[in-house]
């Protein structure tokens, strides 16, 4: 079975920490992304990764930043993190084209 | 753009019923949608995958079907059990990056 793992469930930091989400997939899956799910909006994307060292913004990518500097892992960035930023955030990997397999998710608040 | 919506918001039921989670997407140039369940605090797990070229897909007490013409797709619980209880979303790729746009999810509550 595919393994998606998120390095903490439950983080909290303080407004203008730099924050960084950790993800590792066990499946050499190319695809990588990282979600935000909000009561009432769903799950929206802030990046996503087809590749090492390539990123794509998704749908809500101000604030964050990414990296992948290798295949299994993609990391998730809060710059100055910000009261806004409190939320569960998802973290999910995929082969082009085929289901997205999910983390259990980190749910962070910023205090 | 691509909008999915899934109604209701919130389901409640008895336990042994049968019930219909609804979704709908506005764009129905898709190749698949996809079916999940989420626990409350947990991940996502995929539940069903209908591929465009098919119309149902089954597994155990769960059956999905999808009407791209219509752009609506159904999951179909038969005789509902409280381990049921979940939120259950739906998602159809988007775009030509493999980006998924998910619907908010119905919140089902299977009754003992």
């Known amino acids: 079975d595919v393994k998606v793992t998120q390095s903490s469930r439950y983080l909290v930091k303080r407004t203008g920490e730099k924050v960084f989400l950790e993800c590792v997939q066990d499946m050499d899956h190319e695809n990588m992304f990282w979600y935000r799910q909000d009561p009432g909006l769903g799950l929206r994307l802030i990046y996503f990764?087809?590749?090492?060292?390539?990123?794509e913004k998704g749908d809500i990518p101000e604030g964050y930043s990414v990296s992948r500097e290798k295949k299994e892992r993609f990391s998730l960035i809060l710059e100055s993190a910000s009261t806004n930023q409190t939320s569960m955030y998802l973290c999910?990997?995929?082969?082009?084209?085929?289901?997205?397999?999910f983390g259990d998710g980190t749910r962070l608040s910023i205090l | 753009k691509q909008e999915v919506t899934q109604i209701p918001a919130a389901l409640s039921v008895p336990e042994g019923e049968n019930l219909v989670l609804n979704c709908s997407f506005t764009?129905?140039?898709?190749?698949?949608l996809q079916w999940f369940r989420q626990d409350p605090g947990k991940g996502l797990t995929s539940l069903l995958l209908i591929q465009s070229s098919q119309r149902e897909q089954t597994s155990g007490r769960l059956n999905a079907s999808l009407d791209k013409s219509s752009g609506r797709s159904t999951l179909y619980i038969a005789a509902s059990q409280p381990g049921d209880s979940a939120t259950y979303l739906c998602?159809?790729?988007?775009?030509?990056?493999?980006?998924?746009?998910f619907g908010a999810g119905t919140r089902l509550t299977v009754k003992p």
């Open positions: 990764s087809y590749d090492v060292k390539m990123k």
């Open positions: 764009d129905s140039a898709i190749y698949n």
């Open positions: 998602a159809v790729p988007w775009g030509g990056n493999n980006d998924m746009r």
């Open positions: 999910a990997s995929s082969i082009p084209n085929q289901p997205q397999h």
